[in-house]
Structures are given as C-alpha cells and as structure tokens.
C-alpha cells in the first residue's frame, strides 16, 4: 500500500481532509537521514527501540497527525496501545492514542508498515511531550520518540499576492496549502493573451525556461478569463513547492509575463495527500494532453504507432484523432480512434464524426459520432497492446499515415497537425457518450520531429469529495395535468449524470422549466405533453420525439430489433404495418441554449439548477407544440420514463399512483411550483 493511499484511508473525515490535502512532499526542513526521500512532513525522529523489536520513523504531518514509517512491532505485549502524554516521560499518566483504523484494540504485530496516527479529542502534537508504545497492565515502555520542546507544526502558509503588471492581473493572498497545492484568492485575468498559461520555474524572474501548470480543472490550454475568482492549481506529477520559486500569468507566444507571485523558501507545510504514480511509456515521443491523459508515438516508415495513456474509469473511453479542420482544433469532420477496456481487454474503434450528437439514421444515412464501418468506411486502427493498472488505462495500437479509407484523415509528416481529444464514460452499448473532458484550443503537434519530444509528466490523483448534486424535483401536484416539454443542456456531474447515474447524451428534457424532474401521474387521469424537441428528421442533434416506455435509457429508434422487443412502449410511438416503430410526439424546438462563448466544462461551477437555469437563452419555433396525451391505467407499471426517440439518456421517471393522499402524507417531499425565474419562458410556451 502507498503511503499516499495509507494517508487517504486514514483520514477521510471533513475536518481533516481539507488540512491533508495541505499536507504531503518535499520540504527543505532539516530531517536528518531522510532529508533526501520523499517529503512526509516534519521528520521527528526514530522510535527509539527498548523491548519487541519497535521501530520506524516518526513524522508530523499536521497538528493533529503522526505518520509513521516502516513501523514493526512483534506483537508479544499482552496489553500494548499507542500511547501518548504530557510527563516527561512516558509512564501510567497518559491517553491511548487510537490506531491506523480509529480503534482502541491492543496492538496486533506489525511488520515494516506505514500508517497515520490522530490523536484523539482534537489534541495537538504541540500539548504532548512523547508518542510511545506502550503495555498498561506491565507498566513498560517497548519504544517511543519525543516532541522537541520548539516544535512547529507543518500548517498553511499565506504568501504574497500576484503584481500587476498587466491584462488586469491580480489575486489575494495565496495560500500553499500544502506541497503541492496553491489556492489563490480572488484572481482575475482578462483572457486576452495570445497564449497564456499558468506557468512556473526556478530564478529570480519568470521566463520563457519555464512549464506549464494544469488550471484548476487540469487542463494545459491557455486560461480563461477570471473574475474574482478563488481556485486551488496542483503542481503537475512529482514537482513540488519546493522545487519552485515563482508562479506566473505567462504569455509563451510574446514570451511576456503578466503577473507572477514568488513562493518562499523552506515553507513548514503539510505534505501532499495526491498520490503520485510514475509511468513510464515506451514510444520515444510523449505529449501531456491533460493532467489525466498523455498520448505517445512513433513513426516507422508509412505507419505511426499510437499509445494512449490516462488516469480514467474503468468504464471511461479515451479519444484521439486528426482534426475536421486543416486550420483549427474541430470536432465535426474529424477522424478519431476511441479507445477502451472492458474486464477482458483492450478496444480501439475507428469512429467519424459529423455531428456532435449519438450516431442516428438521418433519411437513411448514419450521422453523428458514427463507428467508420457503419457508415461504410473501414476500421483503420490495428490494436497492439493494451493494460489497467494502478487506475491508468494503457492502450497502443497503429495505423497508416495515409489510409485507403477515404474517410480517414491523413497524419503529415511535412507540417504540423490539428488534433482532436476527449476522454469521458461509455454508454450501455459501448458508444461514446458525451465526453466529460475535451480542450476549448487549438492542439498541433508534430509527429516527425528530429529529436524526440517529451512534455508528459506523472499521473496525480487526489481525494476528492464530489460535487453536492442539484436540486431534484418532483411534480407532484394533482391540479397540473398539462407538462411542456423542450429541451435544453443536461448540465455536468451536478445535472443529468448526477441525478440519475447514467451517461449523458448533452441535451436533457426540461418539463414545465425544471430538467428532468420526476412526474407523479395517477391512473384514471388524463395528462397532455406539449413536445417541442425538434421536428426536423434532417437534423442529427435536434430531432427527439417524446415517447413513453418501461426503458429507462430512451432512444428506442437506435435500439435492436431484438432489443425492441423486451421494451414495452407505453406512449409516442405507432407502429406501420411492416411492424417499423413510427414516433407519434415531434414537435418544433425550443432549446435553451448556452450564451455565446460559454465554457459548458464550467458547468458544475453553478451551485443549483435555478441558477444555471438562468444563465441559458431560450429559443423556440414560433409552431403549435405537438400534443402527446396519455391516460394511465392499471396495465401501466408503477415505474415508466419519458424518453427521446431517438437519442438515450435525456429523460428520467414517471411514478404511476392509485392515489395522491400517500404523497401529501409525507410520502414525497417536495412539489411543483411555477417560479418567478421560470414565468417568461413559461409565458412564451403556453398555447
């Protein structure tokens, strides 16, 4: 077990992660024989060893914490703990001290073992003199190291603040959390650099000899624009603050620095909870696409070997590919591989894209993010080797530089190319779902170069809490009996995939104003659904009839027929005489949209839906709405979803009752109300 991980499992209450995540690498304080290892915090010293082979070397990682290194015990004591006090030494007048797992037990044999010890009642190491191992019933001391009298504790340290020196440059007091982390407060920049990074190095002054520092979300493009804004920038792989002196807004197209903070030497700070895992890659070229995705290559006479490489899920995908533009970094046109494992192997699929929507017949033809052998190209990508460990997926695999599929870009070797990236989940049926992580930049990279290039650094993971998810909703109110439906973004891990813990297609149903909200319907009654998701079969990304079935992922038009058959279809679809399912609830679009230049990664930024809500322009054809009514009865399951036609994974439930008296009885907390932020919208759907 790492000692990352060792730290991780111990600490996992609230009041502690957030202190440890200030907390583990290298510090130039004096820590004798250990000073050239791993940074763990303040090095107190070796357990001084009297009886049962105690041993191990003793760190203060907090105020509140010892780490513990390579720690033995025999196990022999009959009534033996962890054993802590304020006497000069250690004897009777002390407190049990409890283990690595928070348990009072006597201690069992240790062997060569780190771990994390908190004392207990919120006490500090600075109000105790001695940590021991100790035996209550003999009154002996087996081992035990001292506190010196002096002691300071690793904590937070405030630093300066960023000069202004231009582009409006300027933050708070940063803080260094711990070895690796930095929080600036209040930081604005106006994004208007040409090429402009977080950028850090060694010297007196910022300069063009420095590297790149993932933002606050990991990624390695040129900044946004911030506005007062509090963020926490991890240093990238092994780097830590010690390993700095400066911290830049550095623009590498002027080579012009816009502002910069310089870090202090020998800071008494925590060390780093992130666990650092070193990853060597065996093409000679490497390229660091984000914090958590590198890809590699080499060319060998008209073929070029790939090999992907990312901090993912098990079940996440990886893409990479050449540009649908010869000028820009663009999605639509490009040609990529997408690349996973399942519990058996690797895949690597060669996909087309001609639309930023699930691969769907448009009038007979297959468009979207479409595999290249159903729109009738070939597979183009031989797959070599592929691997998880350590949380890393590993997949290499080759292809030509130019293919004998028309639809294949080709890889130049005489210029530069435009690339393309993401890594996100994979749906039910092992298609890309909407990617998580995409760049918003031009990516170029040169794949023949005269030396080797090599910008990739260690994969880091840290602990972190997820984000509280959105407000859900439920209609429970039995005086509505008309719902308007249209659509609009599914929002990030707070929205669509939070709320019902699956894929997300990009778009989500929004019913009277609220997305995906859960409907409370009674049988016997009788509700209208005012559709307006789009009525233009042409159209690969805005056409979702609403329909009614007992499958909770949708987009029954791309389903097997095989598939089709377990499905019962309760609502929105008829079906013509050679047994094709026909959709029945096509209405004109209404969508609400992100305003121009919006970042949708910035998604979860929003702390509930109202405001993201209001944040979005809505847009809708000036036509009826097409009309779905529905009467439930004692045939329907007591579970149904409301559903897009043709994409999956954009609706949620609908709970059929016999009565609504359990649900005013407490059965369901919360119910529908129309608010004021929803009136206009409402105003302009009402016909």
């Given at each position: 077990m790492t000692l990352s991980s060792v730290l991780c499992l111990r600490l996992q209450c609230k009041f502690l992660l957030p202190l440890l995540l200030l907390l583990l690498t290298p510090l130039a304080l004096a820590q004798d024989d250990e000073e050239d290892g791993p940074y763990r915090g303040q090095y107190l010293g070796k357990l001084n060893s009297y009886h049962h082979q105690v041993s191990g070397d003793v760190y203060a990682v907090n105020e509140y914490t010892f780490l513990i290194v390579g720690f033995n015990y025999d196990g022999n004591g009959a009534d033996t703990f962890f054993w802590s006090g304020a006497s000069n030494r250690p004897g009777p007048q002390g407190f049990i001290v409890p283990d690595e797992y928070g348990k009072t037990n006597i201690l069992d044999r240790y062997h060569n073992k780190d771990f994390t010890l908190t004392l207990p009642d919120k006490k500090k190491i600075t109000e105790i003199k001695w940590l021991a191992v100790y035996d209550l019933s003999s009154q002996n001391n087996f081992g035990d190291v001292y506190i010196p009298e002096e002691f300071e504790p690793p904590r937070t340290q405030v630093g300066g603040t960023f000069s202004k020196r231009s582009h409006n440059v300027s933050s708070s007091t940063i803080e260094i959390l711990d070895s690796k982390t930095i929080r600036i407060k209040d930081f604005t920049y106006d994004g208007r650099g040409k090429r402009t990074f977080f950028w850090t190095g060694v010297g007196a002054q910022p300069s063009s000899r420095g590297s790149k520092l993932p933002d606050e979300r990991g990624y390695l493009d040129p900044i946004r624009k911030y506005n007062k804004e509090t963020i926490e920038l991890e240093l990238p792989g092994d780097k830590t603050i010690f390993?700095?002196?400066?911290?830049?807004?550095?623009?590498?197209?002027?080579?012009e620095n816009y502002g910069h903070v310089l870090i202090n030497e020998r800071l008494n700070v925590p060390p780093s909870l992130?666990?650092?895992?070193?990853?060597?890659?065996?093409?000679?070229?490497?390229?660091?696409?984000?914090?958590?995705?590198?890809?590699?290559?080499?060319?060998?006479?008209?073929?070029?070997t790939f090999q992907l490489s990312g901090q993912v899920a098990a079940n996440d995908y990886m893409s990479f590919g050449i540009s649908g533009s010869d000028t820009s970094s663009q999605m639509i046109g490009s040609d990529v591989v997408v690349a996973y494992?399942?519990?058996?192997?690797?895949?690597?699929?060669?996909?087309?894209?001609?639309?930023?929507?699930?691969?769907?017949?448009?009038l007979g033809q297959n468009k979207g993010v479409c595999r290249d052998d159903v729109v009738g190209g070939l597979d183009s990508f031989q797959l070599?080797?592929?691997?998880?460990?350590?949380?890393?997926?590993?997949?290499?695999?080759?292809?030509?530089?130019?293919?004998?599929?028309?639809?294949?870009?080709?890889?130049?070797?005489?210029?530069?190319?435009?690339?393309?990236?993401?890594?996100?989940?994979?749906?039910?049926?092992?298609?890309?779902?909407?990617?998580?992580?995409?760049?918003k930049s031009d990516i170029i990279i040169d794949f023949n170069t005269t030396e080797p290039v090599n910008d990739c650094f260690a994969f880091t993971k840290s602990m972190e809490a997820p984000a509280p998810l959105w407000e859900r909703t439920r209609i429970t109110d039995a005086t509505v009996r008309s719902f308007n439906a249209y659509l609009g973004p599914s929002g990030?891990?707070?929205?669509?995939?939070?709320?019902?813990?699956?894929?997300?297609?990009?778009?989500?149903?929004?019913?009277?104003?609220?997305?995906?909200?859960?409907?409370?319907?009674?049988?016997?009654?009788?509700?209208?659904?005012?559709?307006?998701?789009?009525?233009?079969?042409?159209?690969?990304?805005?056409?979702?009839?609403?329909v009614i079935t007992d499958d909770p992922q949708g987009g029954y038009d791309r389903l097997s027929d095989a598939k089709q058959s377990e499905i019962r279809v309760l609502a929105g679809v008829e079906f013509t005489r050679r047994g094709r399912?026909?959709?029945?609830?096509?209405?004109?679009?209404?969508?609400?949209?992100y305003p121009p230049n919006y970042d949708r990664r910035l998604d979860d930024n929003f702390p509930t839906f109202k405001k993201f809500n209001r944040s979005l322009i809505t847009e809708c054809v000036d036509e009826p709405p097409a009309l779905l009514e529905i009467t439930p009865n004692i045939t329907w399951p007591d579970t149904v979803y409301y559903n897009s036609f043709t994409h999956g994974n954009m609706g949620w439930k609908i709970h059929i009752v016999d009565s609504y008296t359990n649900l005013r009885n407490g059965g369901v907390s919360l119910s529908w109300s129309l608010t004021i932020f929803l009136l206009p919208l409402y105003s302009?759907?009402?016909y």
């Open positions: 390993d700095i002196d400066w911290i830049s807004i550095y623009d590498v197209a002027d080579n992130v666990k650092i895992t070193p990853f060597e890659f065996s093409l000679p070229n490497c390229r660091q696409l984000h914090k958590d995705l590198q890809v590699s290559w080499e060319v060998f006479g008209p073929q070029i494992m399942d519990n058996i192997r690797g895949y690597t699929v060669d996909y087309n894209i001609t639309s930023l929507a699930p691969c769907v017949q448009v070599n080797t592929y691997s998880r460990k350590d949380g890393i997926n590993t997949i290499s695999f080759r292809r030509l530089l130019k293919s004998s599929d028309d639809g294949d870009k080709e890889i130049f070797l005489d210029r530069s190319n435009y690339v393309v990236w993401a890594f996100g989940q994979l749906d039910s049926n092992n298609e890309p779902a909407f990617h998580t992580h995409y760049p990030g891990l707070r929205g669509y995939q939070g709320l019902t813990n699956h894929v997300s297609s990009g778009l989500a149903w929004y019913i009277n104003g609220y997305m995906i909200p859960e409907l409370y319907l009674k049988r016997g009654l009788t509700y209208t659904f005012k559709v307006r998701g789009g009525n233009n079969p042409h159209s690969p990304e805005h056409y979702h009839p609403l399912p026909k959709p029945t609830a096509a209405g004109p679009l209404c969508l609400s949209r302009v759907l009402q």
